[in-house]
């Protein structure tokens, strides 16, 4: 129970000026009081003040000076590398029919582009069976377990806000079919808005303060604090595959890089796509001072963007969907003692309510808020690994309700990607006059993830404008 004695609450917040977030204090009811108590000491007040200082607006100018492309490995082995990758392939299966490696989804985002109402993973997403991307995950988790023989347990990061929501959808749909003992939910750390001219906490309400969730960064002290760490170390898992809650054409489980992962004692191993354009808005893998880094689209002056190597390409061409394999001790390393990582900083409209206790709703940013990344531990990984990918076959994420990256973009790349396996299997498809495919086939990622698990289905003829479900 939270200590709901005024005068401790503000010794708490005088020392970092932050004492106005009482000021409705004597008109709250002890259950006011409990909850608003509850969320000043969850917070580091003084370190907040410090960090709205130090948080990161962006990279400075001699740094952008620094910078070069960061290397990368590619999908199909250089000359010379055909072994390697053939033994990073074994390894990966290994590790998987040893049981030894997680899977790691962080959904705690407010996915306030989507505009969606609930958690991001209920937004159903595939074109026929409707299915969301929680089920479509669950699904290609059950595929991995029954072709490697073994448990993969899955860990969800939530936030305080969908946590009892996403909990509730897992439980009303029988967890997919998964064991709900391997299926692991926890929430991760919150952060104050801030006014962004005083730098003081906004309340939401009288008893509440206007809380975010602290960025998929916050992943790491989440990890820990909730025992998910313990629990996989517990279970024998020591590799950790990780993606976001909106890419349902996710490949979590690919043995090429999982392998080369731990062939390469990666502490921490990144997919990278190579960008269609100088303007596609993906973060960029850098190196700086030797460290691999990934320094954001916004953050990347234009002339970086557009420059050219010898070959004519763009010389920072890979970027980053944020899908990564994490080695488990890393992450017991990075939290043994306290983390040291700096949130960045980005000016948002936040609803907050004004002196007079009315609520306001902003139409322009009034608030700071601090999130920490994840890749913020790129630089401080041994061995990073960089791995293209290949976008047609694992990103196609689904941020907006329209245009790109939206639920019909992610569709479109769904079933072109139904459509190559089909033909890889020998099934014709119906394209129109102009080169668009003509029907929709959706696949169940429960049975269907390569064209080979084609063989053990009865694949109908397709014709011009069918719709069709395989499993
Ligand atoms: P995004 O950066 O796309 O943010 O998150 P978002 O919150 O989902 O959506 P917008 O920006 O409000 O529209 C990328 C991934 O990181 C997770 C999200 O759930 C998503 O899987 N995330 C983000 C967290 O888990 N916690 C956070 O605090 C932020």
Redesign the pocket.
């Known amino acids: 129970m939270p200590n709901i004695d005024k005068n401790a609450l503000l010794s708490i917040l005088e020392p970092a000026g932050q004492s106005q977030v009482l000021r409705f204090w004597d008109s709250l009811d002890d259950a006011g009081k409990a909850n608003l108590a509850g969320q000043i000491e969850k917070i580091d007040w003084l370190r907040v003040n410090e960090w709205l200082k130090t948080a990161s607006a962006g990279i400075s100018q001699e740094e952008l000076q620094a910078l070069s492309p960061a290397p990368y490995r590619p999908t199909v082995p250089a000359k010379g590398d055909e072994d390697f990758y053939a033994k990073a392939i074994q390894t990966g299966k290994d590790l998987l029919a040893a049981g030894r490696v997680a899977a790691f989804?962080?959904?705690?985002?407010?996915?306030?582009?989507?505009g969606y109402d609930g958690p991001?993973g209920t937004y159903p997403v595939t074109e026929v069976k409707e299915k969301t991307l929680f089920q479509v995950f669950a699904e290609k988790i059950q595929y991995a377990q029954k072709k490697y023989g073994h448990v993969i347990p899955w860990y969800l990061?939530?936030?305080v806000i969908n946590d009892g929501p996403t909990r509730k959808f897992f439980e009303e749909h029988n967890y997919f079919g998964l064991a709900p003992e391997n299926v692991k939910f926890f929430a991760?750390g919150m952060l104050p808005a801030l006014d962004k001219e005083t730098g003081k906490a906004l309340l939401a309400s009288p008893d509440s303060l206007a809380l975010?969730?602290?960025?998929?960064g916050?992943?790491f002290a989440a990890l820990k604090d909730s025992g998910a760490l313990a629990d996989m170390a517990a279970r024998g898992c020591d590799v950790i595959t990780y993606w976001?809650?909106?890419n349902p054409m996710i490949r979590p489980f690919d043995p090429l890089f999982l392998g080369l992962h731990a062939l390469q004692k990666s502490d921490m191993s990144s997919r990278c796509l190579i960008k269609r354009d100088a303007k596609e808005k993906l973060g960029h893998f850098c190196l700086l001072d030797g460290k691999t880094i990934i320094i954001e689209y916004s953050d990347m002056p234009d002339v970086l963007l557009q420059q050219r190597d010898a070959d004519g390409r763009l010389s920072f061409r890979a970027g980053s969907p944020?899908i990564h394999v994490l080695a488990r001790d890393f992450i017991e390393r990075l939290t043994a003692g306290k983390l040291d990582f700096q949130p960045h900083r980005a000016l948002k409209k936040v609803p907050y309510i004004d002196n007079c206790g009315e609520p306001v709703t902003p139409t322009s940013p009034n608030a700071i808020k601090l999130?920490f990344f994840l890749f913020d531990a790129l630089p401080l990984a041994q061995n990073p690994l960089i791995l293209e990918g290949d976008r047609n076959e694992e990103f196609a994420?689904v941020?907006n309700p329209d245009g790109e990256d939206s639920r019909a973009s992610s569709r479109q790349f769904l079933n072109a990607r139904a459509a190559r396996l089909l033909a890889e299997a020998g099934i014709p498809f119906p394209k129109k006059a102009d080169g668009t495919m003509d029907a929709v086939v959706e696949l169940s990622p429960k049975t269907i993830n390569e064209a080979t698990d084609l063989k053990n289905v009865q694949v109908p003829e397709i014709h011009p404008g069918d719709r069709i479900y395989l499993e």
């Open positions: 989804t962080v959904a705690g985002g407010q996915g306030s582009r989507l991001k990061m939530t936030s991760q975010s969730p602290n960025g998929h916050g992943s976001q809650v909106d944020a999130e994420p941020k």
